[in-house]
């Protein structure tokens, strides 16, 4: 019995209502970043993100700046795919009340410190990305990117509804094209918009105390099409609602099905299998060749995240339409745990 269709979102919702209750009519989906996150209320209980990750050439770069009403958390990684070099940093800075996350997801958002500066300027359907950390495993990093949101394309804006207190809207926004450089140290690594591509993952919402999920993701040129790939799991099963796309250069197919992974939490280097829950329309093999593991213990906040880099192979069919071979497909994929 496959899942019903969610509803699509067409004109301009706010999240949330007076209270910072969830909106009912925000519930669905929308093509367009058109649901504002008006979050407000729910002490110490609100998440708000932007998580970038630019695919290189020859590198993954990916920065970060999230705030959990405690703390702000920001962080920047960075893997050599042929040599494997991979180094992280993190910033926490208790109650982060310097930190401001918009509302909008076409916002600019900052933060400076004496170990990191982030900077996402939005301007004119760019974001101007400019990283700079003056130890960075011993090195000087300085990113200067600009990742262009092109206004034709359409991307994923979907309200998670666990209950009337407890929400997630998640915007993930696939094959921006990318321009610009990463240096550390010596090393300078350069990107370009018909190839390089990041994929933004604004998340804003009132979270249960503990919660775990998947997410995999991919956005490459493969031959003369740009294909983006957006799978959740776990944390949006049973919801009515999924995060759950794929993209043709630039246009959408929403994915109603909820999807199982399937990997061995004991060795995540392992091959996992995605496939849709009902029917055949995803069937895809993920093997990894990096494993990435970020873990806090703060006592009263925990958070372990096993993420994956590695090559996506099998097939996806589109709604009434085309099966798409996905053969070699750069990406990553992740199980993530959060006491917060």
Known sequence: MPQHAEKEITVPTLLCDEKGNLNPKAIGYAKKPIIESNLKGHYMRKKKWNYWCVFGDE??????IS?????AVCFVYFLNYETQRY?????TIPLGS??????????SVRLHSKEMSIQLLYIQNETHMTVTIPDFDGDLLHADLHISHPIEDESLNVVIPWSRTQFQFTAKHHLLPTTGFVKIGDARYSFQTEDNFSVLDYGRGIWPREALWNWG????RVGSKRIGLNFGGKWTDGTGMTENAIFVDGKITKIHEDLLFSYNSNDFMLPWTIKTKFSNEVNLTFTPFFHRVAKTDAKLISSEVNQMMGYYNGKIQLENGPTLQIQQ?????EEH???W
Not at 87 to 91: D, H, N, P, R
Not at 217 to 220: C, K, L
Not at 329 to 333: A, D
């Open 59 to 64: 590198i993954l770069f990916s920065a970060t």
């Open 67 to 71: 705030h959990l009403d405690y703390a």
């Open 87 to 91: 180094v992280e940093k993190t910033v």
């Open 98 to 107: 310097r930190v401001k996350m918009p509302t909008h997801i076409l916002e």
């Open 217 to 220: 993701f991919a956005s490459q």
């Open 329 to 333: 497909l750069l990406g990553c994929i």
């Open 337 to 339: 745990k959060a006491k």
